[in-house]
T-cell receptor, first 114, second 109 residues
Framework: DAGVIQSPRHEVTEMGQEVTLRCKPI?????LFWYRQTMMRGLELLIY????????DSGMPEDRFSAKMPNASFSTLKIQPSEPRDSAVYFC????????????FGPGTRLTVT | RKEVEQDPGPFNVPEGATVAFNCTYS??????FFWYRQDCRKEPKLLMS???SGNEDGRFTAQLNRASQYISLLIRDSKLSDSATYLC??????????FGKGTRLSVIA
């Protein structure tokens, strides 16, 4: 079975540009999580969905960040406009409602904003 | 959000050594506990759950001390392939997991 799929794997963009990160969770998983990881702050939860509905977006840094999950097999995280401090690795993870402790992570998107 | 604290390391140990990591958590209502492993430039993956009675998986032993609110991971007979960052993770209930920043282990030949 395919794991969590993320694209792109690497993104380099200039400050002010819009960035869209994509995620396909594992089929049958009803929870989806977006994380950001940096050396300074570690792994931070940005937002999570249950059955495609956003449950908690309190980790989203500011209004420049938005996330959607239009269906059970696809989610996007958008940054508009991007800033250099957004540079990080962004992970998507999914889990089954009955075992939410085991989250399956995608390979991540390494974002560099210059 | 409550905190999960770990010594960032790095822990540099020779092959065959025994190494232990501790982690403390601040929310006394936390319900379940885990260790995840993250290899360099890779995603985190579940290593093992941590039970009150302690649990062992091969060379790895995890223990929980609820009274003192800390979790430990012991690795015996370290291998080069154990080199990674080990993330302490806490489930506070009907909320997502809370991840520590990780402890970096480097096993040296």
């Amino acid at each position: 079975d395919a794991g969590v799929i993320q694209s792109p794997r690497h993104e380099v963009t200039e400050m002010g540009q819009e960035v869209t990160l994509r995620c396909k969770p594992i089929s049958g998983h009803d929870y989806l999580f977006w994380y950001r990881q940096t050396m300074m702050r570690g792994l931070e939860l940005l937002i999570y969905f249950n059955n495609n509905v956003p449950i908690d977006d309190s980790g989203m840094p500011e209004d420049r960040f938005s996330a959607k999950m239009p269906n059970a097999s696809f989610s996007t995280l958008k940054i508009q406009p991007s800033e250099p401090r957004d540079s990080a690795v962004y992970f998507c993870a999914s889990s089954s409602g009955t075992e939410t402790y085991e989250q399956y992570f995608g390979p991540g998107t390494r974002l560099t904003v210059t | 959000r409550k905190e999960v604290e770990q010594d960032p390391g790095p822990f540099n140990v020779p092959e065959g050594a025994t190494v232990a990591f501790n982690c403390t958590y601040s929310n006394s209502a936390s319900q379940s506990f885990f260790w995840y492993r993250q290899d360099c430039r890779k995603e985190p993956k579940l290593l093992m759950s941590v039970y009150s009675s302690g649990n062992e998986d091969g060379r790895f032993t995890a223990q929980l001390n609820r009274a003192s609110q800390y979790i430990s991971l012991l690795i015996r007979d370290s291998k080069l392939s154990d080199s990674a960052t080990y993330l302490c993770v806490v489930n506070e209930g009907n909320t997502p997991l809370v991840f520590g920043k990780g402890t970096r282990l480097s096993v040296i030949a």
